[in-house]
């Protein structure tokens, strides 16, 4: 006798795709070009949507991996996220910003291709170390739009919640404080605590160099 057995999954199953061309830009010169990629773990889950983390691999600005953490970074998708490493430039073959327009553009390129990913396009992180955690400062405070290069750009690469780590910063001198307002994000605000705070270098927010530190209940 035939049965046909049905199990309910308790848990999504986690894809894990490599080598995701996000971007293209000059190399060699100007002469030819180079694709930017992304690794990504996501839930084939079709019927919801997942916040999304973009890691971003530290490297002193010379040598990145984006592969080098996917270990890790499987436990934060079993956690319940989308978690996507990307690449960037490193000064060896680009001057800054062109690292910053590299994430920003990764982040456009998840938001055009959410509904694939089943990602949360209105809840996306960035999450970095080092020079990873300074680029996730600086996508989530840089809103200039000299800073939109390549592809998707009718796609916004705002972002809703940061955690650097160990990013390159310096404590202003005690007492002096940003006299410019700065709205970070969900349209929040600095408070005089963080406008008195650390702030990054080299100084692309503001001309008081100001930064903030907020956090977001993001997660759903």
Not at 202 to 214: N, T
Request: hydrophobic share 40%.
């Amino acid at each position: 006798m035939k049965r046909t057995i049905h199990v309910k999954p308790a848990a999504p199953q986690y894809s894990v795709i490599t080598n995701i061309t996000f971007a293209q830009t000059d190399a060699w010169f100007g002469h030819t070009t180079q694709d930017l990629r992304m690794d990504l773990i996501y839930p084939e889950d079709t019927a919801h949507d997942y916040p999304c983390i973009v890691w971003i691999c530290g490297g002193a600005w010379l040598s990145i991996d984006k592969s080098a953490h996917l270990a890790y970074l499987s436990e934060l998708a079993r956690a319940g996220f989308v978690v996507a490493s990307v690449q960037y430039r490193t000064s060896n073959e680009a001057k800054f910003p062109a690292q910053l327009c590299d994430v920003k553009a990764a982040i456009r390129y998840l938001r055009a291709h959410a509904a694939r990913y089943h990602i949360d396009e209105a809840h996306i992180g960035v999450m970095g170390e080092s020079a990873g955690g300074y680029l996730s400062c600086m996508a989530a405070l840089c809103d200039d739009p000299a800073y939109e290069v390549g592809e998707y750009l009718s796609y916004s690469s705002k972002v809703q919640a940061a955690c650097p780590w160990y990013q390159r910063f310096s404590i202003r001198k005690r007492g002096a404080v940003c006299s410019i307002p700065r709205v970070i994000a969900d349209g929040k605000k600095c408070d005089a605590q963080s406008q008195g705070g650390a702030c990054m270098l080299p100084g692309q927010l503001c001309d008081q160099r100001c930064s903030a530190i907020f956090y977001y209940p993001w997660k759903m």
